[in-house]
């Protein structure tokens, strides 16, 4: 207290029945948004639908929103000491409760756990997290003078973190493909790693895909899988319908795909931001449903199965044997493992996301580019300057599409199988959340993103059901925090006096 | 069959009853556009709660055994619409006050973290599965025939088409009459001169949620009479749907929202009824895009100017 109050703010004294009378309202509101979907659930009866209670979940939502709101209460009023007291306290009996099972063994821990509030321990868990939040803020506020920065303050804050990142990009990039390069070999990259680590990338790849649309050009596009679908599609159905192979068939799934980009954009572009937002997603779900309809094309609901495996460049089959031809394996004179598929398709959709991300940054020194970017900044403005907005636009959008459909094409050919089902809206918004979360227009950004979207839940396969929940909430929390998105910096691409001189000032 | 004018009054009744749901949901859309300017994606989801605390409250008040139809309705209809307008006024509070003066795409974005927020809240505690009601209100009165093909209207399209009808000129009163409709009007026009004279600018959004909610709610109720059958993903297509009227109609107009969901609900039911039952989604898509293309103010919408 004495250093805040040393430097002069100013503490007004606590009114306690305000204080009350707050918290109150509060918990009366999460009464009110929690009686009904909370308090009750439906339950599926032979022949309907039957009713259980769950007041008591109420009751503890009702009272840790009031403790809650009157923590930030005594936090905006420049208290923290109470809250520095209480909150550890509660994280620390939340914890026992939680681990009651390995503490006291399991007959006891089984009778403690009877008191835990909610049955889900990772509701529980997410509690814990807020009093751990709580009570690292309170300590913050008991030793510095104000305990939560302005918008703009915690603005330049991030803004430094994200130049210190892109700086650090120019070493962690190279330092992170060294390690996507070694994984393979690594003794513990088993099946199950190899698949995470396929998965991510093909989500780095969409997600870079999807930044040239999104964060170069400033195209919210929401339905970016509408072409990872046309790339899946063309590619599957030319592979099974005319025995196309893999390397043939992927520049022509990317062609459609880019088509198919341009097609749609072509009457839509003109749009203003959020309408555009909205149509890309309704061709998204259009082509959702003509792909679930059109039963004599893409067979429906049941999708293209038996989709070919890709071979070594044309030259060997990853099977045991080959009847006619030859095997991955007896060409590298290697023992047979089933492993050597999922290797090569690693270093495949490496290379992929890599060609993406080397087209990108190069682009970006183009005309073309800065074109891109430029329209995002200030569409009437570059009108006046002579560039046509919508080719300019017509083409990130077909870029961005192509690349989701050679995207598409390796997704086809890893899982062998593909239908509608795997293309639906949330995807889009899976892709989006990386290239938001990675803030717009940060290569690296996205990288680190599709690790934490997409990798950490793969080892967390319990928390599947909380994950998209989880998924919402930190899009929305990531916006609220930092509207730019999270590692957005926008480092000028061209600078007048090169990158270290700064220009004189004259006063 | 397709050709005789009894399917075609069919169809019609089918289109006014759909059109009416989602009308109603359109005018959440278009008033928070109106307002604040911004796409609200979630609002499909308030749509879904919505149908979810009516049949909830339909569950417990069969359980306390209130039989008498017209009571058990007018409860459903209070309690959903309160509870729901509650969601739509947190909403608006948590994720889209602190956005206000953002960049555009920030709010369109939390608010579809939001969307997806919301339906895996009700997926998680309701489960994934359908939740079936058994009707409640049955019947209906016979109003034409034509070579033994029967065009009945149920009382159940009675209701919804009433209470849409109620519901609009409550509302058109309370936009035109009230004092709160002419600061939401004020506000509309410009929100910092609407300050500056006194009017009570996060007030007035707030309600603009809160009444956006509860026609979403009521839209929401009637979804499950109608179907009889909910689960927590419906407010998705639903809300695109109504988004498409309510741009149909001229984003930011009352009227225009109604009409475009009557115009939206029509050309579905016909689609339905003339063409293929599959492909009626990808009709309502198309009208968007064409009307965005060829009029993208919408039929009653004012022109949009630019200012540098």
């Given at each position: 207290?004495?250093?805040?109050?040393?430097?002069?703010?100013?503490?007004?004294?606590?009114?306690?029945?305000?204080m009350v009378r707050e918290a109150s309202i509060t918990a009366l509101v999460v009464f009110a948004l929690a009686i009904g979907l909370v308090g009750f659930e439906?339950?599926?009866?032979?022949?309907?639908?039957?009713?259980?209670t769950r007041f008591a979940d109420v009751a503890v939502v009702m009272a840790l929103a009031f403790v809650g709101r009157i923590a930030l209460i005594?936090?905006?009023?420049?208290?923290?000491?109470?809250?520095?007291?209480v909150?550890?306290?509660l994280?620390?009996?939340m914890?026992?409760?939680?681990?009651?099972?390995?503490?006291?063994?399991?007959?006891?821990?089984?009778?403690?756990?009877?008191f835990m509030p909610f049955h889900d321990?990772?509701v529980l868990?997410g509690v814990?997290?807020v009093t751990?939040?709580l009570?690292?803020?309170?300590?913050?506020?008991?030793?510095?003078?104000?305990?939560?920065?302005?918008?703009?303050?915690?603005?330049?804050?991030?803004?430094?973190?994200?130049?210190?990142?892109?700086?650090?990009?120019?070493?962690?990039?190279?330092?992170?493909?060294?390690?996507?390069?070694?994984?393979?070999?690594?003794?513990?990259?088993?099946?199950?790693?190899?698949?995470?680590?396929?998965?991510?990338?093909?989500?780095?790849?969409?997600?870079?895909?999807?930044?040239?649309?999104?964060?170069?050009?400033?195209?919210?596009?929401?339905?970016?899988?509408?072409?990872?679908?046309?790339?899946?599609?063309?590619?599957?159905?030319?592979?099974?319908?005319?025995?196309?192979?893999?390397?043939?068939?992927?520049?022509?799934?990317?062609?459609?795909?880019?088509?198919?980009?341009?097609?749609?954009?072509?009457?839509?572009?003109?749009?203003?931001?959020?309408?555009?937002?909205?149509?890309?997603?309704?061709?998204?779900?259009?082509?959702?449903?003509?792909?679930?309809?059109?039963?004599?094309?893409?067979?429906?609901?049941?999708?293209?199965?038996?989709?070919?495996?890709?071979?070594?460049?044309?030259?060997?089959?990853?099977?045991?044997?080959?009847?006619?031809?030859?095997?991955?394996?007896?060409?590298?004179?290697?023992?047979?493992?089933?492993?050597?598929?999922?290797?090569?398709?690693?270093?495949?959709?490496?290379?992929?996301?890599?060609?993406?991300?080397?087209?990108?940054?190069?682009?970006?020194?183009?005309?073309?580019?800065?074109?891109?970017?430029?329209?995002?900044?200030?569409?009437?403005?570059?009108?006046?300057?002579?560039?046509?907005?919508?080719?300019?636009?017509?083409?990130?959008?077909?870029?961005?599409?192509?690349?989701?459909?050679?995207?598409?094409?390796?997704?086809?050919?890893?899982?062998?199988?593909?239908?509608?089902?795997?293309?639906?809206?949330?995807?889009?918004?899976?892709?989006?959340?990386?290239?938001?979360?990675?803030?717009?227009?940060?290569?690296?950004?996205?990288?680190?993103?599709?690790?934490?979207?997409?990798?950490?839940?793969?080892?967390?396969?319990?928390?599947?059901?909380?994950?998209?929940?989880?998924?919402?909430?930190?899009?929305?929390?990531?916006?609220?925090?930092?509207?730019?998105?999270?590692?957005?910096?926008?480092?000028?691409?061209?600078?007048?006096?090169?990158?270290?001189?700064?220009?004189?000032?004259?006063? | 069959?397709?050709?005789?004018?009894?399917?075609?009054?069919?169809?019609?009744?089918?289109?006014?009853?759909?059109?009416?749901?989602?009308?109603?949901?359109?005018?959440?859309?278009?008033?928070?556009?109106?307002?604040?300017?911004?796409?609200?994606?979630?609002?499909?989801?308030?749509?879904?709660?919505?149908?979810?605390?009516?049949?909830?409250?339909?569950?417990?008040?069969?359980?306390?055994?209130?039989?008498?139809?017209?009571?058990?309705?007018?409860?459903?209809?209070?309690?959903?619409?309160t509870l729901?307008?509650i969601y739509?006024w947190t909403?608006?509070r948590v994720?889209?006050?602190?956005?206000?003066?953002?960049?555009?795409?920030?709010?369109?974005?939390?608010?579809?973290?939001?969307?997806?927020?919301?339906?895996?809240y009700?997926?998680?505690l309701?489960?994934?599965?359908?939740?079936?009601?058994?009707?409640?209100?049955?019947?209906?009165?016979?109003?034409?025939?034509?070579?033994?093909?029967?065009?009945?209207?149920?009382?159940?399209?009675?209701?919804?088409?009433?209470?849409?009808?109620?519901?609009?000129?409550?509302?058109?009163?309370?936009?035109?009459?009230?004092?709160?409709?002419?600061?939401?009007?004020?506000?509309?026009?410009?929100?910092?001169?609407?300050?500056?004279?006194?009017?009570?600018?996060?007030?007035?959004?707030?309600?603009?949620?809160?009444?956006?909610?509860?026609?979403?709610?009521?839209?929401?109720?009637?979804?499950?009479?109608?179907?009889?059958?909910?689960?927590?993903?419906?407010?998705?297509?639903?809300?695109?749907?109504?988004?498409?009227?309510?741009?149909?109609?001229?984003?930011?107009?009352?009227?225009?929202?109604?009409?475009?969901?009557?115009?939206?609900?029509?050309?579905?039911?016909?689609?339905?009824?003339?063409?293929?039952?599959?492909?009626?989604?990808?009709?309502?898509?198309?009208?968007?895009?064409?009307?965005?293309?060829?009029?993208?103010?919408?039929?009653?919408?004012?022109?949009?100017?630019?200012?540098?």
């Amino acid at each position: 207290m004495a250093v805040s109050a040393a430097e002069g703010i100013d503490i007004r004294p606590l009114n306690l029945a305000a204080m009350v009378r707050e918290a109150s309202i509060t918990a009366l509101v999460v009464f009110a948004l929690a009686i009904g979907l909370v308090g009750f659930e439906t339950l599926d009866v032979p022949g309907g639908v039957a009713i259980r209670t769950r007041f008591a979940d109420v009751a503890v939502v009702m009272a840790l929103a009031f403790v809650g709101r009157i923590a930030l209460i005594l936090l905006r009023e420049h208290r923290p000491r109470p809250v520095l007291i209480v909150a550890p306290i509660l994280t620390a009996i939340m914890l026992v409760l939680l681990l009651s099972e390995t503490i006291f063994g399991s007959e006891s821990g089984a009778a403690l756990k009877r008191f835990m509030p909610f049955h889900d321990p990772v509701v529980l868990w997410g509690v814990v997290a807020v009093t751990v939040i709580l009570a690292v803020r309170a300590a913050y506020a008991q030793t510095h003078v104000s305990s939560s920065l302005t918008l703009e303050e915690r603005d330049a804050r991030m803004d430094r973190i994200g130049a210190g990142v892109q700086r650090a990009a120019r070493l962690l990039g190279p330092l992170l493909l060294g390690a996507a390069i070694v994984l393979p070999f690594m003794p513990f990259a088993d099946r199950r790693v190899l698949d995470i680590g396929v998965l991510v990338l093909m989500y780095v790849m969409l997600g870079w895909g999807l930044n040239i649309v999104v964060g170069l050009a400033g195209l919210l596009d929401l339905g970016y899988v509408a072409f990872y679908a046309v790339g899946a599609y063309s590619f599957a159905l030319l592979a099974t319908q005319f025995d196309v192979s893999f390397w043939v068939a992927l520049p022509f799934a990317g062609l459609m795909a880019g088509t198919a980009g341009v097609l749609l954009g072509f009457p839509v572009l003109r749009l203003r931001g959020d309408y555009l937002a909205i149509v890309t997603l309704g061709f998204g779900e259009m082509i959702r449903v003509i792909l679930l309809n059109w039963y004599s094309f893409t067979g429906g609901p049941d999708g293209v199965s038996g989709i070919p495996r890709p071979s070594f460049f044309g030259l060997a089959e990853f099977s045991r044997s080959v009847p006619d031809g030859t095997a991955f394996h007896e060409m590298f004179g290697l023992e047979y493992a089933s492993i050597h598929r999922i290797i090569f398709l690693f270093y495949l959709i490496l290379a992929m996301a890599l060609v993406v991300n080397v087209f990108t940054m190069r682009i970006r020194k183009l005309p073309i580019g800065r074109a891109w970017e430029a329209l995002r900044e200030d569409e009437t403005a570059c009108r006046s300057l002579g560039i046509n907005p919508r080719n300019t636009k017509l083409t990130a959008f077909g870029i961005g599409a192509m690349f989701a459909g050679f995207a598409g094409s390796f997704f086809a050919t890893r899982q062998g199988f593909i239908s509608p089902e795997s293309f639906t809206f949330i995807e889009s918004a899976v892709i989006l959340a990386i290239v938001v979360l990675g803030g717009f227009g940060s290569q690296i950004g996205v990288v680190i993103a599709a690790v934490v979207l997409i990798g950490l839940p793969e080892f967390f396969r319990d928390l599947q059901q909380y994950r998209m929940l989880a998924f919402g909430m930190a899009m929305v929390l990531i916006m609220l925090w930092r509207p730019a998105g999270l590692l957005a910096h926008r480092e000028p691409t061209l600078r007048l006096f090169g990158r270290d001189k700064k220009p004189e000032t004259n006063s | 069959m397709q050709n005789s004018f009894a399917y075609f009054l069919d169809q019609l009744i089918n289109g006014l009853t759909l059109g009416s749901i989602y009308g109603l949901i359109a005018i959440g859309y278009t008033m928070v556009y109106g307002i604040i300017g911004m796409i609200n994606f979630a609002h499909g989801e308030i749509f879904m709660i919505g149908a979810f605390v009516s049949i909830i409250t339909f569950l417990l008040l069969g359980m306390a055994g209130v039989t008498w139809v017209p009571l058990a309705l007018i409860i459903v209809l209070v309690v959903a619409m309160t509870l729901t307008a509650i969601y739509g006024w947190t909403l608006e509070r948590v994720a889209y006050r602190p956005l206000r003066r953002s960049p555009r795409l920030a709010a369109l974005i939390t608010a579809i973290g939001m969307s997806i927020f919301l339906q895996n809240y009700v997926q998680l505690l309701q489960s994934a599965r359908n939740k079936p009601m058994q009707p409640v209100v049955s019947g209906g009165v016979q109003v034409f025939e034509q070579q033994g093909y029967v065009v009945s209207l149920s009382f159940m399209q009675m209701i919804i088409i009433v209470l849409t009808v109620l519901l609009m000129i409550i509302f058109t009163t309370v936009i035109v009459r009230t004092t709160l409709g002419r600061a939401q009007r004020a506000c509309e026009q410009d929100r910092d001169m609407a300050a500056l004279i006194g009017v009570n600018v996060d007030r007035t959004i707030s309600l603009t949620f809160v009444m956006g909610a509860a026609l979403a709610s009521v839209a929401g109720l009637m979804f499950l009479l109608y179907y009889g059958v909910i689960d927590f993903y419906i407010g998705f297509l639903a809300g695109i749907k109504a988004f498409t009227a309510a741009v149909l109609g001229g984003i930011g107009s009352l009227p225009g929202a109604m009409l475009g969901g009557i115009l939206i609900g029509l050309i579905e039911a016909f689609w339905s009824g003339y063409f293929t039952v599959e492909y009626k989604d990808v009709a309502a898509f198309s009208i968007l895009v064409l009307v965005l293309i060829f009029r993208p103010t919408g039929l009653l919408g004012k022109p949009d100017i630019e200012k540098v």
